[in-house]
């Protein structure tokens, strides 16, 4: 099992807070993380409908030991609060996700999405300006014609590196329920973003036409039973999607039979153990994060107290299944009480597909090592974070003596949870929201 | 028994949700909500099932039957076959083999079950003069139940769910008329239900009274100033929620939705009576909204 080290604690404030750091605004709060395909980029979004792309530093030979800091690179307000004037609704400006494109030429693309509109935003350099116009001069003023007795020709020169993020395309008006993922095809060409009932398929071109996809809504509305909670397009295959459900289930369907895939091609679900059944099991089941491992050969799913491996040639049951805090499960009530119980975990896999991650309470993270089947707890705290500091394991005691250092099930502060997490694609580097800090912890350096 | 308190926690708890995420910010969360439902109708499976395992399997019969028979001027309402059988945990808990009576075909809207033995917190009221229509055949049922006291009876407890759920609902309503209005109008004030609710108590009690200790026993435990709390939080907020769960997912009401409204006129008709009334006067406009979002 790896050793990460807080190498760079990097705790993330938004430049707009002002408040000490005690406390934060609900603005704040991470929702979503997402490092681009070469892991050279790493974007957060958050309730207040900002993105922050961190960029990480050329390794350089001066300073070796500073191997590859992330750094803000742009921030930009992604989205904004709107107003449903028909149905009198608001609809928050919270980053649900982000998506990076891959990159095809100098320019960085990603796609960010609220609940109801897709975004395609453009983010670009630039580290030259054209000087030596003839009818205006430097600041921009026309210049008095009069003046003007020569003819120059513009140069550029060199200026101080500016980002700019422009919003290139604006994909709205396709969604009726809260759009809860996105993700992009292999063709590049193409993406798609979920709501609860259905899932649209657009041109990244085109914003005025989306192909609806699937449509789990019922003609009526009182049969309602389960929702689609994420979809995600197969890593190699363009024509494969999985989307999972409410109910535990997850469908892969292959948009070659036909228009509408609401007939899927696969469908993974285990039967659930009889044992476990309370009033709560129907919301434990829900899976809130699906995600292809990077060989597409397998699936991993995240309720609400597991993490799920899935074979996609094995449609029964699970490869394996990791409990990520079963100790939770004799809490079910108060955590329902509490809301906690409806919080929707992400799970990531490492460049490898060797090994998972995901969170959990009281800013634990876990990971799970699929070759050694060990894992491992780990905490984003201020505490911890001592530069070039190894992050030491914790234990959460489930009963009987609490060891020291151990930390029991009624301590654990479950204000502080962490949802939403990042593993570089091919590199230890892995980055953890908890609330409003982001914290990037890299592998230990030899 | 304890699950049974559980279980109507749960219930309120859920109400308080479905009620809260009207104003949330963002509008109505669709997953949540169905969540909250689902966990709302097997607390209320749990709390009608009772007794012991194989109730659940006649559980839905017998709520079917029970539904049938609500009122004979209602629609035939009919739970929605998605839901399922109670596999809950209640199920599991036998408390005691208590061999369910074949469903008391009578209406059972405001009729007093009366629970084993083994269940004697399980029995649950209704004002019991408050049920007009059939009075004599739910007084009988009753009292032969009574009488019996081992023989849990599925309908007036299926029937109690409702009740219990909107038993403050049915005393407003019982009381007053307007307070439909105060009720179809989602998230208006508490107070007329609140006020309703006590009284609605005070009645059960009283029902209470006349019948045997197991009754008085539930009743005391059910009348907890928490639970109180609970109920008048369910009586303010009862009818809408109710409605709102019964009408967006399956479950509670019968997709026949078009509720005939004469049994409204009768102020002192079976709570039961009155309650599906309401919620069903309540669904359309409910229903007009869930099609909207």
Same mark, same amino acid.
């Given at each position: 099992m790896k050793c990460f080290s807080r190498y760079l604690p990097y705790l993330f404030r938004p430049p707009s807070t002002i408040l000490s750091s005690s406390c934060h605004t #609900?603005?704040?709060?991470?929702?979503t993380v997402e490092f681009n395909s070469t892991g050279e980029l790493l974007a957060t979004g958050d309730k207040g409908g900002r993105v922050v792309v961190f960029q990480r530093e050329q390794e350089s030979k001066n300073q070796p030991h500073r191997r590859g800091e992330y750094n803000v690179y742009s921030t930009f307000q992604s989205h904004e609060p709107e107003f449903d004037y028909l149905k009198s609704l608001e609809i928050e400006e919270k980053i649900n996700k982000i998506r990076w494109l891959p990159q095809q030429n100098a320019a960085y693309f990603l796609l960010s999405t609220n609940d109801k509109t897709v975004k395609l935003w453009k983010i670009s350099e630039r580290d030259k300006r054209p000087e030596g116009y003839n009818l205006k001069d430097e600041d921009g003023r026309i210049r008095d014609p009069t003046t003007i007795t020569a003819l120059r020709v513009p140069v550029l020169r060199p200026m101080d590196l500016m980002v700019e993020a422009t919003p290139r395309r604006v994909f709205s008006n396709a969604h009726t329920y809260h759009i809860n993922s996105i993700s992009v095809n292999s063709d590049y060409e193409t993406y798609m973003s979920t709501d609860d009932l259905r899932i649209n398929l657009w041109h990244l071109e085109i914003t005025n036409r989306s192909f609806n996809i699937v449509d789990i809504k019922p003609a009526n509305m009182e049969e309602l039973t389960e929702v689609i909670t994420a979809a995600e397009f197969h890593p190699n295959q363009c024509n494969t999607f999985v989307y999972s459900s409410s109910k535990g289930s997850i469908r892969l369907c292959d948009m070659?039979?036909?228009?509408?895939?609401? &007939?899927?091609s696969k469908f993974f679900e285990e039967p659930e153990d009889p044992s476990n059944r309370s009033f709560f099991s129907e919301i434990i089941s829900s899976i809130s994060d699906v995600k292809f491992s990077h060989s597409g050969r397998y699936l991993m799913t995240r309720d609400y107290l597991t993490v799920k491996v899935w074979d996609l040639n094995m449609e029964s049951k699970p490869l394996e299944t990791y409990q990520v805090h079963d100790y939770l499960r004799s809490k079910l009530c108060s955590l329902y009480e509490n809301d906690c119980i409806f919080d929707k975990f992400e799970c990531v896999w490492n460049g490898t597909d060797s090994v998972l991650m995901t969170g959990s309470y009281n800013n634990f993270f876990r990971m799970f090592d699929r070759n050694t089947k060990r894992d491992v707890t780990l905490e984003a705290s201020r505490e911890n974070s001592k530069p070039r500091a190894i992050l030491k394991p914790r234990k959460v005691c489930v009963g009987g003596k609490r060891r020291k250092d151990e930390i029991s099930v009624d301590s654990l502060d479950f204000s502080k949870k962490i949802l939403h997490t990042a593993w570089h694609p091919s590199e230890n580097i892995i980055a953890v929201a908890a609330t409003n800090n982001l914290y990037i912890f890299q592998d230990k350096v030899n | 028994m304890e699950y049974k308190v559980e279980a109507h926690r749960i219930m309120s708890i859920s109400l308080g949700k479905i009620y809260n995420s009207r104003v949330q910010r963002g509008g109505i969360k669709l997953h949540k909500n169905l969540l909250v439902s689902l966990v709302l109708r097997s607390a209320r499976q749990v709390y009608l099932s009772d007794y012991y395992g194989g109730v659940c399997l006649n559980a839905q019969h017998v709520e079917a039957k029970e539904w049938e028979l609500m009122d004979g001027d209602q629609e035939k309402l009919i739970p929605a076959?998605?839901? /399922?059988?109670? /596999?809950?945990t209640a199920c599991d808990? +036998?408390?005691?083999?208590e061999v369910p009576e074949a469903p008391q075909p009578e209406e059972t809207d405001s009729s007093l079950a009366v629970e084993g033995p083994e269940d004697p917190c399980e029995a649950v009221e209704g004002?019991? $003069?408050?049920?007009?229509?059939e009075p004599q055949a739910e007084q009988e049922s009753s009292s032969s139940v009574d009488s019996t006291c081992d023989v849990s009876v599925p309908s007036p407890v299926v029937s109690e769910p409702q009740c219990e759920a909107k038993q403050a609902t049915v005393s407003s309503l019982d009381c007053e008329t307007d307070a439909n209005l105060a009720m179809s109008a989602e998230g208006n004030s508490h107070q007329p239900p609140k006020a309703h609710s006590c009284s609605n108590r005070k009645r059960s009690a009283e029902k209470k009274a006349s019948h045997g200790s197991p009754v008085k026993r539930t009743k005391v435990t059910s009348s907890n100033a928490d639970e109180e709390e609970a109920e008048e939080m369910d009586t303010s907020n009862v009818s809408n929620l109710i409605t709102i769960f019964g009408s967006s997912f399956?479950?509670?009401? /019968?997709? $026949? &939705?078009?509720?005939?409204?004469? #049994? +409204?006129?009768?102020?002192?008709?079976?709570s039961g009576q009155i309650c599906c009334d309401q919620m069903l006067k309540n669904l359309n406009p409910w229903n007009t909204a869930i099609v909207a979002f």
């Open positions: #609900e603005a704040d709060i991470i929702s070659r039979a036909a228009a509408l895939c609401d &007939n899927h | 076959s998605e839901e /399922s059988l109670p /596999s809950t808990q +036998t408390e005691a083999a004002p019991e $003069d408050t049920s007009s229509t399956s479950g509670l009401l /019968s997709k $026949d &939705n078009s509720e005939p409204e004469a #049994e +409204t006129d009768e102020s002192d008709s079976g």
